[in-house]
């Protein structure tokens, strides 16, 4: 019931975060390559720094 009251932890932010910029740079793929590339970019630098935090955890 109050689960919008818990904190997140660093890597949930990491995945909710890495998860808007491929839906943003999918949705710029149609229309601006560039910037689609770019987006994916960093998309991939968070999804390096998951992997790290998911490789400590285990």
């Known amino acids: 019931m ?3 009251l818990k904190n997140k932890t ?3 932010k990491l995945q909710h975060t890495y998860c808007k910029l491929m839906k943003s740079a999918y ?3 149609l229309t601006d390559q560039e ?3 770019q987006l994916h ?3 991939d630098k968070i999804l ?7 490789g400590q955890s285990s």
């Open 41 to 43: 970019q960093k998309a």
């Open 10 to 12: 660093e890597l949930q």
């Open 2 to 4: 109050f689960a919008w």
């Open 48 to 54: 390096i720094q998951i992997k790290e935090i998911e």
């Open 27 to 29: 949705k710029l793929a």
């Open 35 to 37: 910037k689609s590339d």
